[in-house]
């Protein structure tokens, strides 16, 4: 039985993310990803230019003039959402958390999704598979989606995003929308995410937060471990330990980007102080352009 707090949350994130879809975005997401192939559509009477090499000629036989085959893109796929839930996700020093920026992009791509005519499936996942729903369309299938994001609570302690995705690599056997969401603190992934990106077309999003790359002067403030419910008692105070610690971030971000470019994969980092769409929306123009 949901609760009525719980019902008006996944509600109000339906009606925010089909608006945005409506308005915004599903043309971007409809051209930033390749169809299957292409399959037969119909025959019409040849024109001057057409290429000859579609000529049919059974058809040609039958009206004693050419006719020529034509295809139109395979358009349905099928998007499989990898969301990293753990704990690290619960924080957020902005109006919402990390995990909560997960649920809306999702909520928007997933609408997105059968919006197009695909298929969409969810993969929830800590240092272990959490949650596991197959592809399917509709409406009510996208708001049990949302529903189990919203609910589903971590078992385990970390972050596997080399587990996550070999699991949707053993259970997508054909070529699909692989959208990976995740904060990526976490255990080494870099070969899974190689392999990945080689078999369906992968997208990886960030999850940040501003304060976790720039501290604040707060005096000795604790800092706990979300993943391993160890506390730190840290300085921020000190300019030095700030600016170490900025220098850090950066680095690793700097890092991670770089992985991201050498191997040719998309991603956006994205930020629980600031809106997404805008972003989404010239992340996935810039795809199409790409094609």
Known sequence: MISKELFAKIRSLEIRSKGLVNELFSGEYTSAFKGRGMAFSEVRPYQFGDDIRAIDWNV???NDEPYIKIFEEEREQTLMLCVDISKSGVFGSQKQSKRDLSVELCAVLAFSAIRSNDKVGLVLFSDVIEKVIPPRKGRSHVMRLIREMLVTQPTGSGTDVEKALGYVNGMMKRR???????DFRATPYEKQLKITNKRHELVSFIINDQLEEQLPNLGVI???????GSTLFIDSSSTTFREAFHTYQSKRNTELQEFFRKNKIDALPLYTNSSFIELLISFFHRRHQRR
């Open 60 to 62: 040609t036989a039958r």
């Open 176 to 182: 699909s929308i692989v959208v990976l969401i995740s």
């Open 222 to 228: 604790p800092v706990k471990n979300a993943e391993n």
